[in-house]
């Protein structure tokens, strides 16, 4: 069990350019989920999957983000067109059984958008 | 739809006891608690489901009162590992977890 891993740990962006980050959870979790989290502040629904299917997509997200999980392995989070008020650690986790199970988290990507 | 935790802060020497509550508006299937370090991220402590079922840590309880969509989570004998934030996780259905306020935890020598 290598636990849940995000790529990049860090990530500097311009206002305005696209970002793509990704997560590889553990292998024998089928469940996986995408959360934002800003400074003093619960982590934030953005999506999940289970398998390859999104089941999910919270509706305070806007169109400018997508996620992806191909053949139900790793997932891709992408931010198009980043505006300043994307800045926030970026946190995905994955489960065996959903809500019947404990999450691991990895261990984030902070997004800088300047 | 986010639950509310009590209290914000909790400020104990070690070897002292804790509450934290977590309060939720809707019905649950189950609840989870997480502490989250500084710059780290949050790591599991404990699922407590519909009916009763309780998964979780050795050195910490927790109870879930379903009818009033509510639990509480019992920190007894601090120590000083114990320092970081709390979050209550609730399940109203069998997909994701909504997180809590969050309550910040110091434990001082």
């Known amino acids: 069990d290598t636990g849940v891993s995000q790529d990049p740990r860090h990530k500097i962006t311009k206002r305005g350019q696209n970002v793509t980050f990704r997560c590889d959870p553990i292998?024998?979790?089928?469940?996986l989920y995408w959360y934002r989290q800003t400074l003093g502040q619960g982590p934030e629904f953005l999506t999940y999957f289970q398998n390859e299917a999104q089941l999910e997509k919270s509706r305070l997200l806007s169109d400018r983000f997508s996620a992806e999980r191909p053949k139900g392995s790793f997932s891709t989070l992408e931010i198009q067109r980043t505006e300043q008020g994307d800045s926030a650690m970026y946190l995905c986790a994955s489960s065996s059984r959903g809500y019947n199970y404990g999450y691991t988290f990895g261990s984030g990507t902070r997004l800088t958008v300047v | 739809q986010q639950p509310v935790q009590s209290p914000q802060a909790v400020i104990l020497r070690e070897g002292e006891d804790a509450v934290i509550n977590c309060s939720s508006s809707?019905?649950?299937?189950?609840v989870h608690w997480y502490r989250q370090k500084h710059g780290e991220a949050p790591v599991f402590l404990m699922i407590?489901?519909?009916?009763?079922e309780q998964k979780g840590h050795e050195k910490i309880s927790a109870s879930f009162n379903e009818k009033k969509q509510q639990s509480s989570l019992y920190l007894t004998a601090s120590q000083l590992s114990y320092s970081g934030t709390y979050f209550c996780?609730?399940?109203?259905?069998?997909?994701?977890?909504?997180f809590g306020t969050g309550t910040r935890l110091q434990v001082f020598p």
């Open positions: 996780g609730t399940a109203p259905g069998p997909d994701k977890l909504i």
């Open positions: 407590l489901l519909k009916g009763g």
């Open positions: 809707k019905a649950l299937y189950s």
């Open positions: 292998s024998e979790h089928n469940r």
